[in-house]
């Protein structure tokens, strides 16, 4: 029987070892019940039950349980160390809590404790979350200011809170860097400035930052690296590469999804191409795609804007036996009427 109350050291490490593992599981209730026992049984809790208890909690999103964990350490003399600050600050971070992470980050500045590189990422993604680019990019100044070189994870993080505001100059800024810094750019940089040049209907460099992936041999994904180019492609009103790079999706044996095709389909619509348009519809068929709200509508412009109303009531039709609400397809209905009523085709309903 382990003995915790005597100050058995071996009791100790199995309360420890306890509430680690309950982090691993995420199961920080019961580590903070263990961790409550460990307080009842022992007049001073060791500081390695403190930073497990502080890491299960991070793990388990309960960042106001973590810093209160931290709090009760500095009234307990018991000085936090860097590895339980970081659990602190990645509890902040995936409880989207972007200003406690900062603070905690501050906290450690003033008590001589310098951050790593593991809190200061922590921070920036933080940051990320929160839409605050400007403070992400300060933290990584912050970074070599105090002489802690960024690694592909902090510039990954900066690069996404760059797109996050539409900052795709900066995000370039960032790419430049983790070359200049002879690291290896990950998918996850990548995708970030695809998106940020999307956003921007930046779809050239959106196109070459795809074809540089290729080049440095990382696999383009489908939900990010090809959706955000051919949505870029889109906005650009450039069917021909939108649909070159559906094509080159199936060269790399990579099923488009619902929302590639509908951009693809859209950026047909904006070159007046409604029988491709429709031909991709018909292609979401064949790989038995159930078609949404947002395929049909595009469908249905294309059809609008080819003046095709017989295919646009044709398209209006499956939309309703797919029980898709009136409501929520309210444009593109209201477009189709439009246009029928103007021919003479009179109004359909649905």
Do not use: H
């Not at 026992?37 to 973590?66: I, M």
């Not at 307990?76 to 509890?91: E, H």
């Not at 070159?244 to 619509?269: Q, R």
């Not at 949404?292 to 036996?321: F, H, N, P, T, V």
Request: charged residues 25%; hydrophobic residues 40%; aromatic residues 8%.
């Amino acid at each position: 029987m382990l003995d915790i109350r005597r100050g058995s050291q071996q009791g100790e490490n199995f309360f420890k070892a306890a509430i680690k593992n309950c982090g691993r599981t995420k199961e920080w209730s019961t580590a903070l019940q263990l961790f409550c026992e460990v307080s009842r049984l022992r007049s001073a809790v060791s500081p390695g039950c403190y930073v497990a208890a502080v890491g299960a909690c991070g793990k388990g999103k309960q960042w106001q349980q973590s810093l209160a964990l931290l709090s009760e350490m500095w009234e307990a003399t018991l000085k936090p160390d860097v590895i339980s600050c970081s659990a602190g600050i990645s509890a902040c971070e995936k409880g989207e809590q972007w200003p406690q992470a900062l603070a905690l980050i501050g906290d450690m500045w003033e008590a001589q404790l310098k951050p790593d590189v593991i809190c200061c990422n922590a921070g920036i993604s933080a940051c990320e979350k929160g839409e605050q680019w400007q403070r992400a990019l300060s933290l990584l100044s912050e970074m070599w200011e105090a002489r802690l070189e960024p690694d592909v994870i902090s510039y990954s993080a900066g690069i996404s809170a760059c797109e996050k505001g539409r900052q795709w100059q900066r995000a370039l800024t960032l790419l430049s860097e983790i070359w200049e810094a002879k690291l290896e750019p990950n998918v996850f940089s990548f995708n970030a400035l695809i998106s940020a040049c999307e956003k921007s209907e930046e779809w050239q460099r959106a196109l070459a930052l795809l074809r540089r992936m290729c080049e440095a041999r990382l696999e383009p994904d489908v939900i990010f690296s090809f959706n955000a180019g051919i949505s870029a492609c889109e906005k650009g009103e450039q069917w021909q590469q939108a649909l070159a790079l559906l094509g080159e999706m199936w060269e790399a044996k990579l099923k488009p999804d619902l929302i590639g095709y509908s951009a693809g389909i859209s950026a047909c619509t904006s070159g007046e191409q409604w029988q491709r348009a429709l031909a991709l519809l018909g292609e979401m068929r064949e790989v038995k795609l159930e078609l949404d709200m947002m395929s049909y509508s595009a469908g249905i412009s294309a059809c609008e804007k080819g003046e095709q109303w017989q295919r646009a009531l044709a398209l209006l039709g499956e939309m309703c036996e797919a029980k898709l609400e009136p409501d929520v397809f309210s444009t593109a209905l209201g477009s189709a009427r439009a246009g029928m009523a103007s021919s003479g085709s009179g109004l359909w309903r649905c």
